[in-house]
């Protein structure tokens, strides 16, 4: 079936330990997204990738890193430098419709629940 | 800057009552509005969307949406609820007049809870 996966589902850090989650796709979308969840303000996006080999910061990009070196991969990695990486790290993905204008949903991952020690 | 505001942060109802979440947005151009509904601990799902058309839109599990322009709202509607679409429910916007085609704005989410 397709659809997005993300690896690890519950991840354990120390602080000062980077750690990188995982997002793989197999719909042949080419947006993919990162979003981090904490209660009670929504959903925030962290970076964004329209297509291989480019991306861009969303709103709260600082202490984060991406990668787009394939279309089904856009890996995260949560740097030491991020002073409250606890959260839900929400991965997504999104097509492209003929003219380069996208107007569909998001496909989202099951998520993975980042904690640190 | 596009924005979205759920003024609700829970909403409670009896089963078998009509359900409303509120949503307004905020876009420069013209908006694509989304419905997701999240489980606890799982990704979010899609329930509908409006793009253009009928200010109607209906979408999974018997949910229908409202696109109200002078209003800026988007509200999700159900005629009857069940104990089992208790859950957390986002509204989300894309502005299609903007620069940022690509990006979807989530609002804080409204948890809606039917009680049996």
């Known amino acids: 079936d397709g659809g997005i996966t993300q690896s690890p589902k519950y991840l354990f850090r120390k602080e000062g330990q980077n750690v990188t989650l995982s997002c793989e796709q197999n719909l042949n979308h080419d947006a993919m997204y990162w979003y981090r969840q904490d209660p009670g303000q929504g959903l925030r996006l962290i970076y964004y990738?329209?297509?291989?080999?480019?991306?861009q910061k969303g709103d709260i990009a600082e202490g984060y890193s991406v990668s787009r070196e394939k279309k089904e991969s856009f890996p995260l990695t949560v740097t030491s430098a991020q002073k409250n990486p606890t959260a839900f790290y929400l991965c997504a993905s999104s097509a492209r419709l003929a003219g380069g204008k996208n107007t569909g949903e998001l496909f989202f991952g099951e998520g993975s629940r980042l904690t640190v020690l | 800057a596009q924005s979205v505001a759920q003024p609700e942060d829970q909403v409670n109802v009896a089963e078998g009552n009509p359900l409303t979440v509120k949503c307004t947005y905020s876009v420069s151009g013209n908006p694509y509005l989304f419905w997701y509904v999240q489980y606890p601990n799982r990704g979010l799902q899609f329930l509908l969307k409006y793009i253009t058309g009928d200010n109607l839109v209906k979408g999974s599990y018997g949910f229908e949406a409202e696109f109200n322009k002078s209003q800026t709202s988007f509200h999700l509607k159900k005629p009857s609820a069940l104990v089992s679409d208790s859950a957390l429910y986002f509204c989300a916007v894309r502005d299609i007049g903007g620069g940022s085609n690509y990006k979807l704005t989530f609002g804080k989410g409204t948890l809606l809870t039917v009680n049996p």
């Open positions: 990738s329209q297509i291989v080999n480019d991306f």
